[in-house]
């Protein structure tokens, strides 16, 4: 379900069409009720499955095993369904462990040299709807809601311009919207859900994409600035990319009449790693707030500094099954709580260091992100902590030897810093990250940007990886 | 509100159409140096037809436009050339859609092709569509060689990230550089088209390792046949012959295979293939200026009077003699 490509706007726009128009032609409100729900639904699952048949069914199963366990769980008496919701968990949990865990359990933890799962594609969105659903599962049991019916819960689970990379949802959010769902032709949320749109392809095709090319993948040699220029390009990069499809999956439900929560509120306008985590990936980092964090105990046990690095842990594995990636939660926990001691002494850092200081982290970090090869990593990491790497020579022949690269870094991330800063002036103005860039003006130069400087080699959405 | 979305919307795709024309048409560096290129050859063309004789067109790549000088071509052999071609990047497609605009009656088409080329689909590049509508317009249509490709015409209507940062860094960098030679210092176009770089490297390696040239022979793209069939056709509507000839590079021998399979490939297509004995590999590192594919000025003239000699005397490559290559122990 990507929002780029042709495929899904074809298949979109005109099944939108006649939901709009059985909307209008069935006069009683119930019947109608009944018609959009159910092609919406069918839209969504037929969306799904343009991805492959093997990923509906993998969404089919999780979905359908949650909601008839919850139903379950439900008649049971209150011990009894906390260990059919353990039980749950841990079977909703099996084909995302299978897909995206089992080659990097069994070759690089147990160590055995089986190749039997090191070429299993990861099925589209895996991660973002199992989360939801064993979220829908806790919320359902633990504070003993109703069950919706199997329409509502359906299209809570695969609504489309979310299913496959978030935001993921809770039950009190979307499901009452999906439930009341009245699709009525409103021209303010279809401009409204258009701006969005046209943001979040700006951001994609223009930034995120471009970045992508500026990019030297697997560098291994001892150019400091390349490494750098490498962090810097995929810290943009990830933002935009992953925040153009938010913007974009909001745009689209805003024009349906559904708001969906923004997954991303401009963090690299934030002056401390708290602030950061804050708005980056908000509804991850509140999903795993509220069921591993606050389920520890949160800030209040004496572990706290464990219970955030912990969180992260979890984070970083969510993300990818590799060391990079316990590496890269580990040292974002660390980081977390350094700021957090730091804090806590009373001292603060004037906003414009601190602002420098938390971008060098993030840009740091990122490293442990985007390399999944280890030896490449810790070699870069010798380079950028190696002096003798920052040779005014090597950055001449960085720049050309690799023209079209250097030069797409230089302007993308130039165009990058300019979105940060009218970001950081609408925040300051409206109390909103994006507002200054949600008007007919500022949409009609994204568009002629998204014309002229759409990158030739697009690249997928960084998330449906995960 | 949804109104005036709408409006910034069709504006907005307007303003990019003029912008990426005006900028394809006026301002690209590369687009502007071949520009020049090809009017250097129109006028050495006209400087050399004759009624009832006919000419060479080369096309192809700057391997074709830094190599053949139809001067000397001229000079030395009596051979009538003109060299059509602009830059690899172009794509094989786009070269031999520009190589087209100079095809008469009884000419022929000598097209360059790498045995390693990547670029012979059905997509072309950005700039290779371009170019090509800022030379001949909607011409292009009539041959299907480039345009109507969906793809392609997409080109025409948006416009690519890369041209404008690379453009931006050489008027940081380099302002005096037109493509990515500056005219004045480094190179200039000669009086029959051919462009002679000054640069000299000592030692030029391969672009391509020998392993991943060898994965990549355009005998492995389906692609080839389907581009030889309408070049064939297009030349056939203008009353032209077409042969192929695989340049010269500036590396080892053990391209010779890549280069005898290719030659066979193309041969069982029905065209003729210039018989070049070196099998398209020249270890002569002074024949070559700052790339393995463009020659200096001494290694053109050299190359252009070999290739002149066997236009001359038709000399073309044999399924037998290509069999016997193939087949020979290495």
């Known amino acids: 379900m990507d929002f780029t490509t042709c495929t899904f706007w074809l298949i979109m726009l005109p099944s939108m069409a006649v939901i709009y128009l059985v909307n209008r032609l069935e006069e009683r409100s119930i019947r109608r009720a009944r018609y959009t729900k159910s092609c919406l639904l069918l839209l969504s699952l037929t969306l799904l499955y343009t991805a492959s048949a093997e990923t509906l069914f993998i969404f089919l199963f999780v979905t359908i095993l949650a909601y008839f366990g919850c139903i379950c769980a439900r008649k049971t008496e209150n011990i009894k369904r906390k260990t059919i919701l353990i039980f749950l968990i841990i079977i909703l949990l099996i084909p995302l462990t299978y897909y995206k865990y089992a080659n990097f359990i069994i070759r690089d933890v147990i160590g055995l040299p089986w190749d039997t799962f090191r070429d299993l594609v990861i099925p589209i969105g895996i991660s973002f709807y199992t989360f939801q659903t064993i979220a829908f599962c806790i919320d359902t049991l633990k504070r003993n809601q109703e069950i919706p019916t199997f329409i509502d819960y359906m299209n809570f689970c695969s609504f489309f311009p979310q299913i496959v990379a978030g935001p993921i949802e809770r039950r009190d959010s979307l499901l009452p919207q999906v439930t009341n769902l009245h699709l009525k032709w409103d021209s303010s949320n279809t401009a409204q859900g258009i701006f969005y749109i046209i943001l979040g392809l700006f951001f994609k095709m223009v930034l995120g994409d471009n970045l992508a090319t500026a990019m030297h993948i697997g560098y291994d040699g001892h150019n400091a600035f390349q490494v750098w220029g490498n962090n810097i390009a995929f810290g943009f990069r990830i933002y935009f990319d992953f925040a153009g499809y938010g913007l974009t999956a909001y745009g689209i439900a805003k024009a349906l009449g559904i708001n969906i929560t923004l997954n991303f509120m401009s963090p690299y306008t934030c002056c401390n790693v708290t602030d950061f985590w804050r708005k980056w990936h908000i509804s991850l980092t509140t999903w795993f707030r509220d069921y591993i964090y606050f389920a520890l105990g949160g800030s209040r046990t004496r572990f706290w500094f464990f219970n955030i690095v912990f969180m992260f842990l979890i984070s970083g594995i969510w993300h990818g099954a590799g060391w990079n990636f316990i590496i890269w939660g580990t040292l974002a926990g660390v980081t977390m709580v350094i700021h957090r001691i730091y804090r806590q002494s009373g001292r603060t850092l004037p906003s414009l260091i601190g602002w420098g200081i938390t971008i060098c982290t993030m840009m740091f970090i990122w490293m442990f992100f985007y390399e999944t090869n280890m030896s490449i990593v810790y070699s870069n990491l010798l380079t950028i902590l190696s002096p003798s790497a920052y040779d005014a020579g090597d950055f001449i022949s960085l720049m050309q030897n690799n023209a079209t690269q250097g030069s797409h870094l230089i302007v993308f991330c130039f165009l990058s810093l300019v979105i940060i800063l009218l970001e950081y002036i609408s925040i300051k103005k409206y109390g909103h990250p994006y507002q200054i860039l949600l008007n007919p003006a500022a949409c009609g130069c994204m568009l002629l940007l998204i014309f002229m400087l759409h990158s030739q080699k697009q690249s997928q959405f960084i998330y449906f990886a995960f | ?330």
């Not at chain 2, 795709?13 to 290129?37: A, K, M, Q, V, W």
């Not at chain 2, 050859?41 to 700057?62: D, L, M």
């Not at chain 2, 293939?273 to 700052?290: F, K, M």
Request: with cysteine; hydrophobic share 35%.
């Open chain 2, 1 to 330: 509100m949804l109104k005036k979305v709408l409006i910034y919307l069709i504006v907005s795709l307007l303003l990019s159409l003029f912008i990426n024309r005006t900028y394809e048409h006026h301002l690209r560096p590369d687009s502007l140096f071949f520009s020049d290129c090809l009017s250097t050859s129109r006028q050495w063309e006209t400087k050399i037809r004759r009624q009832g004789e006919p000419c060479y067109v080369f096309a192809g790549g700057s391997e074709v436009r830094m190599s053949i000088e139809p001067l000397s071509m001229l000079k030395e052999h009596g051979i009538r050339a003109i060299n059509a071609a602009t830059q690899a990047g172009n794509g094989t497609r786009c070269n031999i859609q520009i190589a087209l605009d100079f095809l008469q009656k009884g000419d022929t088409l000598v097209l360059s092709m790498f045995p390693d080329v990547t670029s012979i689909g059905e997509n072309s590049s950005h700039g290779g569509v371009n170019f090509c509508y800022t030379q001949q317009g909607s011409k292009m249509f009539a041959d299907g060689i480039v345009l109507p490709n969906a793809y392609n015409i997409s080109h025409l209507l948006f416009g690519d990230s890369s041209c404008y940062s690379t453009h931006i860094l050489r008027i940081l960098t380099r302002p005096r550089c037109i493509y990515r030679y500056s005219c004045k210092e480094n190179a200039r176009i000669s009086e029959s088209g051919r462009v002679e770089v000054f640069i000299r490297k000592t030692h030029i390696s391969p672009s391509k390792s020998p392993q991943e040239i060898k994965k990549t022979p355009i005998t492995h793209f389906s692609g080839i046949a389907s581009l030889i069939e309408q070049t064939k056709r297009a030349c056939h509507t203008r009353g032209a012959n077409l042969i192929v000839y695989l340049p010269r590079h500036c590396r080892s021998s053990i391209f010779r295979q890549t280069y005898a399979q290719t030659a066979l490939y193309l041969t069982k297509l029905g065209i003729p293939v210039l018989r070049d004995p070196h099998l398209g590999t020249w270890e002569n590192n002074d024949a070559y200026s700052d790339t393995p594919q463009h020659m200096s000025i001494q290694g053109g003239q050299v190359y252009s009077a070999y290739i002149a000699q066997l236009l001359k005397n038709k000399d073309y490559w044999t399924q037998e003699e290509l069999l016997h290559i193939i087949h020979a122990p290495q």
